[in-house]
């Protein structure tokens, strides 16, 4: 059993381990700093430490069982966010009713969710992928993966799309033709007039407009992005941290600080330095995930690697965007960097599926 332990974490990514403890330590020194509390970082550490406990133990299960049990696993995913419409807490003025709260403790399924659809829809694709382009396999397959995608919507617009950016990733990425590529293009365009006046609630269509001009509601929907630059152009150069001076995160001058607009606390404390550092990380993790994707042994391991990197990449890309206006607000968290119990093992977890393909990129003799 020694052997096999040692034959394995021979091939252990420990460059994507080192990574991945940075921006967690970043994390918490930046939660630190938005609440002003060491208390705070409790639950956040201990989903970290259940997280690393997870790798391991997924490392050592082999990432094939997933494959093996996608029907199930696509089964429960759907039934979590099935009852998450019926059950779900979470105040629909902030667009989401996403949390299920059990025994104490609050859960969002749709970031669980999240693996299993990934897993789900990577197996699928890999059995229907030499046939991709036949439009008959490609409507099983876009089926497959709509029916999560509607439920997401149903309760949570932001999430939603993660959903759809992943599959799409991972549909191009198996060999979907250029055509259909354009054809969702012509169908997404044809289709806004549908989401504005039948999809989207007056709450999602106002933060919509206010994207575009953040000035029409500053003290409401738009007050989020408008204090969120003030604060990341306060910090300037090399942020008010260590200089001593009064940090506008913590006066709660903004709102979400902690969670959804880290970014901007980053900004504010640590400025243009701390923020590209930051950016530099993620980079760094998706080109190292990219790498691992392109030197997967299956079809299956690389579609579940590059549906991982996407949903990140997504992540990142919206939750950042969103804090210097370039995106609409969507409340999409910051990965490994936002305040969240679920959101950390469930990144932790994904990571660990990540590691367990990186170390079986060729056969293993014990």
């Not at 970043?26 to 939660?31: A, M, V």
């Not at 929907?221 to 260590?242: N, P, W």
């Not at 550092?277 to 299956?300: E, T």
């Amino acid at each position: 059993m020694m052997k096999l332990s040692r034959n394995k974490f021979k091939k252990f990514d420990y460059f994507l381990l080192s990574i991945i403890l940075i921006l967690t330590i970043y994390g918490f020194f930046s939660i630190y700093v938005a609440t002003g509390e060491i208390s705070s970082l409790k639950s956040q550490i201990v989903s970290f430490i259940l997280g690393l406990i997870a790798i391991i133990i997924i490392c050592f299960i082999g990432y094939d069982t997933f494959g093996k049990l996608y029907i199930p696993i696509y089964v429960l995913s759907n039934a979590l966010l099935l009852v998450v419409i019926f059950a779900g807490t979470g105040g629909k003025e902030w667009g989401a009713d996403s949390w299920l709260v059990i025994g104490g403790f609050n859960l969002q399924p749709s970031e669980i969710a999240k693996i299993g659809i990934i897993l789900s829809l990577a197996k699928f694709i890999e059995k229907n992928k030499n046939d991709i382009n036949n439009v008959f396999t490609l409507i099983k397959i876009l089926t497959f993966a709509i029916i999560p995608i509607l439920l997401v919507v149903e309760n949570d617009f932001g999430t939603g799309l993660v959903f759809i950016f992943f599959t799409f990733i991972m549909l191009f990425v198996a060999g979907m033709s250029y055509r259909y590529i354009i054809y969702s293009a012509i169908t997404g365009v044809i289709s806004l007039p549908i989401l504005w006046f039948k999809i989207l609630t007056s709450y999602q269509k106002n933060r919509v407009l206010v994207f575009f001009d953040p000035s029409l509601d500053t003290m409401d929907i738009g007050y989020h992005v408008t204090q969120s630059k003030i604060a990341i152009g306060s910090g300037q150069l090399f942020g008010r941290y260590f200089s001593g001076e009064a940090s506008f995160a913590k006066l709660e001058w903004l709102p979400e600080q902690h969670t959804d607009f880290i970014f901007a606390v980053i900004g504010e404390a640590f400025g243009l330095i701390g923020g590209a550092i930051l950016i530099l990380l993620f980079l760094l993790l998706i080109y190292r995930l990219v790498i691992i994707a392109k030197n997967a042994k299956d079809s299956f391991g690389s579609l579940t690697v590059v549906g991982i990197t996407a949903m990140i990449t997504f992540h990142v890309i919206e939750n950042i965007g969103m804090t210097i206006g370039l995106m609409p607000v969507t409340g999409i968290p910051l990965p490994f960097i936002s305040y969240g119990g679920t959101f950390m093992l469930v990144n932790m977890v994904s990571l660990g599926i990540v590691f367990s393909i990186a170390m079986r990129k060729s056969q293993i003799n014990f």
